[in-house]
C-alpha cells in the first residue's frame, strides 16, 4: 500500500515562496511519475507539474510556468515543488499523486494517477 503525505503548505503574502514536500512510502514510487495537482471549490483538480520516474522530464501548467519547480529524491521517497512568486490565484489545495505508469514520463491526466494524497492547503494573501 502507498500513503503520500503532503506538507510545506501554509499562508504567505503574494510574491513571498513556499516548499511543499510530498512523502511516500512504499516501495512503488521510485518507478513510476509523480504530479501536483491543486484545487478550488467549485473546480476541477489542475496539474501545476509532474515530473517523471527519473526526473529528467518534467511537465509544468502554464499558469506556473517560470515560477514553480518540481524535483524528486528517490532515494528519499520525496517529491518537492517550490513555489516562488505567489499569487493569490496560486491559493488552493495541493495534492500529490503518483502515476498509472511505471518507467512514466510526466502526465498532467488526473486519470492517470492511481495514488493520492490528502492535501495541503496554500493560501496567499494580497
Known amino acids: 500500500q502507498v500513503q503520500l503525505v503532503e506538507s510545506g503548505g501554509g499562508l504567505v503574502q503574494a510574491g513571498g515562496s513556499l516548499r511543499l514536500v510530498c512523502a511516500a512510502s512504499g516501495q512503488t514510487f521510485t518507478t513510476y511519475p509523480v504530479g501536483w495537482f491543486r484545487q478550488t471549490a467549485g473546480k476541477e483538480r489542475e496539474c501545476v507539474a509532474s515530473i517523471g520516474w527519473g526526473g529528467g522530464s518534467t511537465y509544468y501548467g502554464d499558469s506556473v510556468k517560470g515560477r514553480f519547480t518540481i524535483s524528486r529524491d528517490n532515494a528519499k521517497k520525496m517529491v518537492y515543488l517550490q513555489m516562488n512568486s505567489l499569487k493569490p490565484e496560486d491559493a488552493a489545495v495541493y495534492y500529490c499523486?503518483?502515476?498509472?505508469?511505471?518507467?512514466?514520463?510526466?502526465?498532467?491526466?488526473?486519470?492517470?494517477?492511481?495514488?493520492w494524497g490528502q492535501g495541503t492547503q496554500v493560501t496567499v494573501s494580497s
Open positions: 499523486a503518483i502515476g498509472r505508469q511505471q518507467w512514466g514520463s510526466y502526465n498532467r491526466r488526473a486519470s492517470e494517477y492511481a495514488y
